[in-house]
């Protein structure tokens, strides 16, 4: 990793300098500036105060990066890392990145230079190159997606096994008319879902049909042109796959709405309430609490070990929970 003299000497400058540009200070004229600035991205220096910092031997704290703190899913991962964390007498720095990729480097970068000892993200846009240079001071484990263009700890599901699993389950259940909902289709996680939807169909027989897949917005005007526009065909959907919890929460009210009370519903994920509305939802489950507490686990292990080790992707299974009324109840 470059020192500051690295950047001062291959500029031709002084390590004050450098400081100076770094800062965003005057009296430093426009060609030095420059200069300064095209070896800090040649030599990828990141700046010393941004390093990881020990307190009395232990890490000061670590950094949680998701889309949405208030997604179900997300919040139990959140949970998860924090109890991990706590056990270390470790604390945990929290942001959420949105869904817009283009505010996802400066919104991680931010947390970055809070100096966090390890960072848990869930990426947003395809490109995570942007944090190579700061993997060599910051361990990183990143949750529910891979990061793209970077070699990195992961800890995904079987999202295509669970999206196969869920349309086979509204098969056996005699629907052959099935659509199915995702809100990014420019997320891994829910191309890979539709992906296993699409093959749950073919082997069952049934042609997958584009035009019972809805990509994008669920909570709007959209959408609900969308449930009308299937309701209006000459062969409807009779259910609905919905590709995560954040969705299902917005097709519940949505079907109602618009009145549409007799089609099934599948969500790849629980949902608060889900087992307790009329009928009550199956879900594919993700375990997001075994997904949090696996990824803190890999961090702090690359935080005590921080060698080059084989980065791994870790595939997590997910399963069925059938709340059909006909089901038969597991029992212990």
């Not at 000061?60 to 890392?81: E, K, L």
């Not at 997606?145 to 700890?153: C, H």
């Not at 997958?208 to 969308?226: I, K, N």
């Not at 949505?254 to 089609?263: K, N």
Request: charged share 25%.
């Amino acid at each position: 990793m470059a020192t500051m003299r690295d950047v001062a000497a291959h500029a031709g400058v002084s390590p004050k300098t450098v400081s100076r540009v770094l800062r965003n200070e005057g009296y430093v004229r426009a060609e030095v500036r420059e200069r300064v600035q095209a070896s800090v991205r040649e030599l990828d220096y990141v700046p010393n105060v941004l390093a990881v910092s020990f307190r009395a031997g232990r890490e000061s704290a670590i950094g949680v990066a998701v889309p949405d703190i208030a997604d179900p899913f997300f919040a139990q991962v959140i949970h998860a890392v924090e109890a991990v964390a706590k056990a270390r007498h470790t604390g945990v720095i929290v942001t959420s990145l949105g869904n817009d990729a283009g505010h996802e480097q400066e919104a991680v970068e931010n947390l970055l230079k809070r100096q966090i000892a390890g960072l848990i993200s869930c990426p947003i846009g395809p490109d995570q190159s942007y944090l190579r240079p700061w993997q060599a001071r910051t361990a990183m484990v990143f949750v529910d997606r891979a990061p793209g263009k970077l070699v990195a700890d992961s800890v995904i599901e079987d999202d295509e096994g669970g999206g196969r699993d869920a349309t086979a389950h509204l098969l056996a259940n005699g629907h052959r008319r099935i659509a199915f909902v995702g809100d990014a289709y420019r997320f891994r996680t829910t191309s890979l879902r539709l992906e296993g939807y699409r093959g749950a169909l073919t082997e069952a027989g049934v042609r997958p049909d584009d035009e019972l897949v809805y990509l994008g917005d669920t909570d709007g005007a959209d959408f609900d042109a969308a449930l009308q526009g299937w309701r209006r065909l000459v062969s409807p959907p009779t259910a609905i796959f919905s590709s995560n919890a954040r969705c299902s929460l917005d097709v519940v009210p949505a079907l109602q709405r618009v009145g549409w009370t007799d089609v099934g519903l599948v969500s790849f994920g629980d949902f608060p309430m889900a087992g307790s509305l009329t009928p009550p939802v199956t879900v594919v489950d993700q375990d997001p609490a075994a997904v949090g507490r696996f990824a803190a686990e890999r961090l702090f292990q690359r935080i005590d070990t921080p060698d080059r080790r084989l980065r791994r992707k870790t595939v997590l299974p997910v399963r069925l929970v059938d709340r059909s009324p006909t089901a038969t109840p597991v029992t212990a």
